[in-house]
């Protein structure tokens, strides 16, 4: 994926290496491809391209080109030229670019010859009038039927607005020599290709995790955490919920640990040596008690650590973090939604999303989870990952307690910060799209959860294979050849 700063060292790169006139005939010819399919052909088919100035122009002009050779009828005008389109089959966005800033007033999509509802568009590597870093978009920019963009996704066509403007996205490659960027998209390979999978030898503590959330009157939300670690491959899940008698946390395969209802802390850290990681806060509330266990936690315990809900509103500021686990040595990883952001950053996150998680991770020295549509991972040094796979079916109460506890499975997996939020955001919103269109629970999460990784992680180690023989078991030998 490639920011508009990116995209422009990048073609400031291919014009040296390969020269613009070469890459603009590749981009024009993408371009008309795309037109070709949406059409199902060219002879006789009229169609109008909107063309700027600038390289999105000239891509236009050589589509206009190619399509008029095939056969189409071609209407090449400038943008902003007033009056109406004439009716056509399809409109070509060409009218600006990935560098362009600011409002455009698209011109209204025009009838298809005869009246049969309107012309198709189609959008030369991003809308004309969406931003292509954050995806913000006026009232009267393009809305494309198909973008076609080159090079690599931009942000803006999967952030903010972008997604509602762009229609279905493809990306040609043409050539262009796009290196290592600083923010990536996390797709369903990532997770068979990162997610370490279980050792042959393991056992249950390989990828044990604590969590210790829930309190009198609050105890959901801790049996949904505990659930999502046990879903996800923690071998063994320790569940402490403080001032609550074990066994009233309706869960099965976590083994309840009693905890007082104050000064708790000091119980959690003597059973970390044995776990890989630790997820604090779903259900604690926001008693001094509960705080000031949470604070020692966040300033001490030895493994990595997923901080969310009541966790987060505890420990104050991003500044207050930050001096709060400046003596840490394991990862830190927060999970905060937009009102979590706010007290933590002192503001909702705004259009620039990526922005906002980035500044909130330098700020507090901590990989952040910024929950949303999509979903925004950052860490630090400011890479960065976006999460498109969660839908409207996550909007239900509970949803992220789900999404902590499988985060905390993913550490004791042995991932990265980054690595693991990113891919539990994934695998979160791909267990959601496996379950009902309507009525979907977050205590439905876990199960599906553990359905997703079936499909898309990596397959579980082979025993050691045996067959019958004359003699009984026997351990199966290669046939001689």
């Not at 803006?156 to 043409?174: F, Q, S, Y």
């Not at 509330?285 to 966040?298: D, F, Y």
């Not at 030895?302 to 709060?324: K, S, Y």
Request: net charge neutral; aromatic share 2%; glycine share 16%.
């Amino acid at each position: 994926m490639l920011t508009r700063a990116e995209m422009a060292e990048v073609d400031a790169l291919a014009g040296r290496e390969v020269g613009f006139e070469v890459l603009v005939r590749r981009a024009g010819t993408a371009a008309a491809n795309a037109a070709l399919s949406m059409l199902g052909g060219a002879y006789g088919r009229r169609v109008v391209v909107v063309a700027g100035k600038g390289h999105n122009g000239d891509d236009g002009r050589v589509a206009s080109g190619l399509l008029e050779r095939r056969g189409a009828r071609v209407v090449l005008l400038p943008p902003g030229g007033g009056g109406a389109l004439p009716a056509c089959d399809l409109v070509v966005d060409a009218a600006f670019g990935t560098g362009f800033r600011g409002a455009y007033e698209a011109p209204a999509v025009p009838p298809r010859p005869g009246g049969d509802g309107p012309a198709m568009v189609l959008a030369i590597d991003i809308p004309s009038g969406v931003d292509s870093d954050t995806g913000e978009a006026g009232p009267s920019a393009v809305r494309a039927d198909r973008t076609v963009t080159f090079g690599a996704l931009k942000p803006g066509l999967l952030l903010g607005a972008g997604p509602d403007h762009a229609g279905e996205v493809r990306v040609e490659t043409i050539g262009l020599p796009v290196g290592e960027s600083s923010l990536g998209l996390v797709e369903d390979a990532d997770v068979a290709r990162l997610l370490p999978p279980r050792r042959r030898d393991g056992h249950k503590w390989d990828r044990a995790v604590y969590v210790a959330a829930g309190s009198p009157g609050m105890l959901g939300a801790a049996a949904l955490a505990a659930a999502g670690a046990g879903r996800a491959g923690a071998g063994m899940v320790r569940l402490g919920s403080p001032g609550v008698p074990p066994g009233s946390v309706l869960v099965t395969e976590p083994v309840a640990r009693p905890l007082p209802a104050a000064g708790w802390a000091a119980d959690v850290l003597a059973e970390l040596p044995r776990c890989k990681a630790l997820v604090v806060g779903p259900g604690l509330g926001t008693s001094p008690e509960a705080a000031e266990s949470l604070r020692r936690l966040v300033a001490e315990a030895p493994v990595a650590m997923v901080l969310d809900a009541d966790g987060l509103g505890a420990v104050g500021t991003a500044e207050d973090l930050r001096r709060l686990a400046a003596g840490r040595r394991a990862p830190l990883v927060l999970t905060p939604h937009d009102g979590e952001h706010a007290r933590l950053a002192g503001s909702r996150p705004g259009p620039d999303r990526v922005g906002a998680a980035r500044e909130l991770a330098r700020r507090t020295g901590a990989t952040v989870l910024l929950k949303g549509s999509p979903t925004v991972v950052a860490e630090p040094g400011g890479r960065a990952l976006l999460v498109t796979s969660g839908s409207a079916r996550l909007s239900t109460a509970g949803s992220g307690d789900v999404l902590s506890g499988v985060v905390g499975a993913f550490l004791a997996r042995g991932l990265d910060p980054l690595q693991a939020a990113g891919l539990a955001a994934h695998v979160h919103g791909r267990a959601a799209s496996l379950g009902r269109g309507e009525g979907l629970l977050a205590g439905d999460l876990p199960v599906l959860v553990a359905e997703a990784l079936c499909s898309l992680g990596p397959p579980a180690p082979p025993g050691p294979a045996f067959q019958a023989g004359a003699h009984g078991a026997g351990p199966r030998r290669a046939a001689p050849r």
